[in-house]
């Protein structure tokens, strides 16, 4: 049973490495009501580890979109509070005195095997049928060994040793005890060669130095939260409360991903879902207010939270259900709520400031406007009156190419006309295509016209969003995604 202690403490950790995920915002949303449901706090902390896949720019979209939700946190990097730094990336010297503590202890030790020794292990190990993993070659070290090869500089990162024998049990709950066999934990990584601390070392040591008291979050770290016990008796201390959620999922029952759905929070804000929407939406996906009640608001949704009420089937991210949901809630406004969400979300100021050089060339009167300019606001496009495959190209050859091009979009963060011109430039070289047979039915992939205004600018403006969606969209249209 869920024990609260008093203010309890809670944190989210997002990776700043990608798009605000549905998924963050679901886990967020439950952390938040358990706070404020007993008068605790919310910590938001920045896991950033991961430096070569950590955006600043990333960071920045994730705070804002929660935001956006209604969600807010009682300390974190933008706002401070006792226990800072909030970024993993500037607590380095604070994850390397706890490993020292557990190296002094025996209880970790130096790993000098290189990554084509390791990746020759797991061939072997595969080969043989056997379940792979570190065979603990450098924990079998004797102490001159190891001092040899420190003195040569060899690199090296930092393992746990964990137990040869018996087995851990750690507490979900909301499925009570699970036991993990010892021998099929893998002595994992605690420090990276370069210093920087892995997910499990960062996440134990931050969550017992910032007073966590209770872990939500999903379900898929269950596994490692064995490890993360023997982290916490490792050095003696007393781990949270772990409570793991059923992951979001695709009618099919797969995790969801953009694959087959949208799964970024800007996305949906940018397709005109309401935040009271979302919130009633993913609160649903993991927790019922009541039998015959699924629409209610966040505050209530506090009132009535209860641990017991969660439901660890597999909830479906259904897209007419958040229709539907979005719908009533659009009813509900007044015509000043209305009004301004559409000022707000669709024709803001800065916005059209922005499209007026793109258009004012190109319009006699403003009844043109809307016409000419519709795919500014609109979501996804009819492609099925448009020739887009350029001729002596096949479909499939064609496909590939903006399937390429997704890609790059993906991992695009710095959305401005020049770096779009600059990274479709190059890609079209790289596929060695003419500009008519690239720039074209990029032309009309992204906006549905031929004579729209100038392509990455358009872009642009239409927004990061919209424009990696309506890519997906007609790649799924021809059956390639």
Known sequence: M????????????????????????YITLFNYVLAKKFGGKLILRIEDTDQERSKASSEELIMESLRWLGLSW???PDVGGPFGPYKQSERKAIYRTYVDKLLSSGKAYPCFCSNARLSEVRQEQRAKGLTTGYDRHCRALKEGERAALLGQ?????????????????????????????????????????????????????????????????????????????????????????????????????????????????????????LPKTMLNFLALMGWSYSADNEIFTLEQMIEKFQLRDIHLGGPVFDLVKLGRLNQHYLQQLSPDEFAEFVRAEIFSTDFLKSLHPLVKDRLEVFEQFVDRNSFFF???????????????????????????????????????????????????AKLSWKSKDYFMPVRLIISGRPDSPPLAASMALIGREMVRFRLRDYLKKNSHI
């Open 378 to 428: 609109n979501g996804a496009l009819d492609y099925s009156a448009l020739v887009i495959v350029p001729k002596g190209k096949e479909a499939g050859e064609f496909n590939e190419g903006m399937a390429e091009l997704l890609l790059l979009l993906d991992d695009l963060y710095l959305w401005s006309e020049a770096e779009l011109h600059t990274l479709m430039e190059n890609h079209r």
């Open 2 to 25: 869920l024990s609260t202690v008093s203010a309890p403490r809670l944190r989210i950790a997002p990776s700043p490495t990608g798009d605000p995920h549905v998924g963050l915002a």
């Open 74 to 76: 009682d300390e974190g």
């Open 153 to 273: 500089s060899t690199a090296y990162t930092i393992r746990l040793a964990v137990p040869l024998g018996g087995s851990t049990t750690i507490r979900d709950e909301l499925r009570g005890p699970i036991e993990f066999t010892n021998e099929m934990i893998d002595d994992q990584i605690l420090l990276k060669s370069d210093g920087m601390p892995t997910y499990h070392l960062a996440n134990v040591v931050d969550d017992h130095l910032m007073e966590i008291t209770h872990v939500i979050r999903a379900e898929e770290w269950i596994s490692s939260t064995a490890k993360h016990k023997l982290l916490y008796q490792a050095f003696g201390w007393q781990e949270p409360q772990f409570i793991h959620m059923p992951i979001l999922r695709n009618e099919d029952k797969s995790k969801i991903s953009k694959r087959k759905n949208p799964v970024s929070l800007n996305y949906y804000r940018r397709k005109g879902i």
